[in-house]
């Protein structure tokens, strides 16, 4: 693993820690049934796609943690890159 990556666990580790410390799993818990259940993401991109709109979930980053500082992507501009890989 990169020292990148190292450093983001250990974060993320201390990140929990805190919060455990600051809150119980029971009321945690308590909260997250309260607010209504799951959604149904399958039918909502079904339903998107039902309508002729767009159904996408999509990312693109210029660069990775685990790649360091080295650019995985060379084009800048988003509508760019979009175009670039947009199916023909």
Do not use: N, W, Y
């Given at each position: 693993?990169s020292?990148?990556?190292?450093?983001?666990v250990?974060?993320?580790h201390?990140?929990i820690r805190v919060a455990?410390a600051?809150?119980d799993?029971a009321s945690?818990?308590?909260?997250?049934?309260?607010l209504?259940?799951?959604?149904?993401?399958?039918?909502?991109m079904?339903?998107?796609?039902g309508?002729?709109q767009?159904?996408?979930i999509?990312?693109?980053?210029k660069?990775?943690p685990?790649k360091?500082?080295?650019i995985?992507?060379?084009?800048?501009?988003?509508?760019?890159?979009?175009k670039?890989?947009?199916?023909?």
């Open positions: 693993m020292d990148i990556l190292k450093r983001i250990a974060v993320k201390d990140e455990r600051s809150r799993q945690l818990r308590r909260d997250a049934e309260s209504g259940g799951v959604r149904d993401f399958v039918g909502a079904r339903s998107r796609l309508q002729g767009a159904a996408v999509a990312e693109i980053k660069a990775s685990s360091g500082a080295s995985s992507c060379h084009l800048t501009s988003p509508a760019a890159t979009s670039a890989v947009r199916p023909a």
